[in-house]
């Protein structure tokens, strides 16, 4: 089968890292030798600068589950920018999407910010705020954005030696990190047990930055219940989760944290991101004496972008629709391994899924270091190759959106069941 020819995103790159480093804007964003360069994306494709169409199922990380172009959000952000993008002060309809997010997820008190690593950084210190405690618990694997003190033991090469994730970041900034093991109750008992002082625990609900790794049953209730003994401030950082169904993560995990961060889809492909929780909890910022800010927090174009995507798009029955597809591709691809007899397993929840080339789905970050990385490199390039770009790493996930089809699934699977016949018999 030929494969797309993508000469000038080559070229692109070459041009490109004299004047950008890497020749992109975000380090993610360079997987193979070099990143495809696109130029437009309607519905659930996207085409390069070479003019190849891909459908899409990255679907920019989980941000566009409304679908490129969507007409409802074109419509608004064309409105709104005619009437002032961003007015400075504070924006009247604030107060209407603080009071959606509250009813659909749950939460007493929201603040907003832009970016998903905004909003984490700001949680960690309303979190010790509240608390008057400085330390921090993370999991190994889990990611929080780009700031110092989380980016640490995101993907480390040793298992639970603790390491920050960049250069850059001194000793003494990550000191009071402190780094759990994911589905592993007693690492985090032990933790409690030899520390003082924690103020803080921050978890994705459902790990989605080593492919897809939802907690045991029983794990994330232990872990709030620990917490809530030691008076330590829960914070589920749902920047993916948030958008995956309805409320979040707490339509699976069923358990309620002190502050939740919720970002990516919610604004229809806008930033826009969330710092939400318990009244009790969010008031410390009454005072105006812990710091929150920001130039663009709840700018218009963001927040009219976000009431159209709550209300009028992503619906429950939108969801509906995006899980009932997400399980034709999930079983369309337990089938292919099956039938292969490949050594690969599938992990999926509500609109995601990801392919781990391991006989079993990884608990945490231990096991995820068993992964076939140069497998997964191979699939990805032949599938990019092919028109179907299936998520965006190997620690990434796909993404429905209200705008795939089942078409869209058919060719993802035929596609997908070439590219895992080749790998299987090299
Ligand atoms: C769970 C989680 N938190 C935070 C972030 C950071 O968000 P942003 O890239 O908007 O800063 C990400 C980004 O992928 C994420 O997956």
Known sequence: MEMLNTEKSR????????????????????????????????????????????????????AMEVGYGNPLIVNEVVKTVEEGSILGFEYCKAIELAKIIKKRYNVDMVRFSSTGTEATMHSIRIARAYSRKKKIIKFEGHYHGSHDQLLVNVDPEKSMVKLPSSEGIPEEVIKNTLIAEWNNLESFEKIIRENKDIGAVIMEPIAMNMGLIPPDK???????????????????????????????????VEVEPDIKVIGKSIAGGLPLSVIAGKREVM???????????????????????????????????????????????????????????????ISSLAISGTIYFHNKVPKNYSEFLNVDVEKWRNYFSKMMGRGIIPMADYDEQWTLSIAHDEKDIENHLTIAENTLKEIKSL
């Not at 709550?310 to 399980?327: D, G, H, Q, S, V």
């Open 11 to 62: 070229s692109f790159y070459e041009e490109a890292i004299d004047h950008v480093p890497m020749g992109v804007n975000s380090n993610y964003r360079l997987v193979l030798n070099y990143p495809l360069y696109l130029k437009r994306g309607k519905g659930s494709k996207v085409w390069d600068v070479d003019g190849n169409e891909y459908i899409d199922f990255n679907m920019a990380y989980g």
């Open 218 to 252: 029983d794990f994330l209730k232990g872990v709030v219940e620990l917490s809530r003994e030691n008076n330590i401030t829960v914070i589920f950082d749902e920047i993916k989760t948030g958008g995956k169904s309805f409320s979040g993560a707490s339509d699976y």
């Open 283 to 345: 008031s410390i910022l009454n005072s105006g004496r812990v710091a929150h800010g920001g130039t663009f927090n709840a700018n218009p174009l963001s927040v009219r972008a976000a009431i159209v995507t709550l209300e009028k798009i992503l619906t429950e029955n939108a969801f509906y629709k995006m899980k009932r597809l997400n399980r034709m591709l999930t079983r369309g691809y337990n089938d292919i391994i099956e039938d292969l007899s490949l050594e690969a397993s």
